[in-house]
């Protein structure tokens, strides 16, 4: 850190130093009100300009102690000590409402995740089930056709029978993508092991899974994981040019854990992640999913040396 950005710093840390002393003084000398409305906005500037809680704490102590040092009376020192909390909880109370938003903004997070899950299984099934019946029925009628057709055009009806076939295989597929019925059947390393199966058929790369989970986990858990490690494989497939994926998942304690790793082109991480308007790679999509989890994403990749991704979600209970 250069001279001129610690000055600023130090200045910046002098000034709200100076304001916070002034304003608990004043509110110490019967401010009221309007004071507590200063120590509000004390806290939304800091929490503006990023800083912690632990950094407010603190500087609550530091202001605390100069005060006490004037003192030699007992029973002022216990009136400050009391008027001084009442004032750092106002401080603070930026800080509390907007931990409140997040919480908020993360349990709506995990309802539309939910809504969305619940969508996509309804397309899937619709794709396979109601899709595949008029396959069906198509195939019946283009045999009864092909009966009363003269020799020369059986060829023909085939190769509609084999677009057909193409066209069911298709739609198998997205249906899969869309919500896997063996992720709600068998559980996530099965559905992981029957998409890495797929991937691995349309672009050659090489997919190894391990995995030493003896459980089912939560089914929130399991989409989560699921639409990651496709989110993943998508990438490593279109921007990465990988020839190899490992992926691992197990469980420790109270927590699942995921991780996929490639060795592919990589990319330089803050480039990315700085591009307006650009959804970095799908990374901000895993960030958003794990955030309705209260999971963490950690993301190990540069230029020329692969791409790791660990993931850690905390199980509850």
């Given at each position: ?127 396979h089930d109601e899709a595949g019946q008029l396959l069906v029925a198509v195939h019946l009628a283009l045999a009864d056709l092909d009966r009363d057709l003269p020799a020369p055009l059986h060829d023909q009806v085939g190769d509609v029978r084999v677009l057909l076939d ?152």
């Open positions: 850190m250069n001279e001129t950005v610690q000055n600023r710093e130090n200045n910046l840390q002098q000034t709200l130093t100076e304001s916070y002393l002034g304003s608990l003084r004043d509110y110490l000398s019967g401010g009221g009100e309007d004071c507590l409305g200063r120590a509000y906005e004390i806290g939304r500037a800091a929490l503006a300009e990023g800083h912690s809680i632990l950094e407010i704490i603190h500087l609550h102590h530091t202001v605390l102690q100069r005060l006490l040092q004037e003192l030699r009376d007992h029973e002022e020192a216990v009136a400050v000590l009391q008027g001084a909390g009442a004032f750092l909880a106002e401080v603070l109370s930026p800080y509390e409402m907007t931990h409140r938003g997040f919480r908020e903004a993360v349990f709506a997070l995990r309802h539309l995740n939910e809504m969305l899950e619940v969508e996509a299984k309804r397309i899937a099934h619709a794709l193409q066209i069911d295989e298709q739609l198998r597929r997205i249906s899969h993508e869309l919500r896997p019925t063996i992720l709600d059947d068998l559980g996530l390393v099965p559905a992981i092991e029957f998409l890495a199966e797929g991937v691995s058929r349309r672009t050659k790369q090489a997919i190894s899974i391990h995995a030493s989970l003896k459980e089912r986990l939560p089914t929130s858990v399991e989409i989560g994981l699921y639409r990651i490690v496709q989110e993943a494989l998508t990438n490593a497939a279109k921007h990465s040019r990988a020839r190899n994926v490992h992926i691992r998942v197990d469980r420790s304690g109270g927590h699942a854990r995921c991780s996929i790793r490639d060795d592919g082109a990589g990319f330089d991480i803050p480039a990315v992640l700085s591009r307006r308007g650009d959804t970095g790679l799908g990374l901000l999509g895993m960030q958003e999913r794990l955030n309705a989890m209260g999971g963490t994403l950690h993301i190990d990749s540069s230029p020329g040396q692969g791409t790791s991704i660990l993931i850690n979600v905390p199980l509850g209970g």
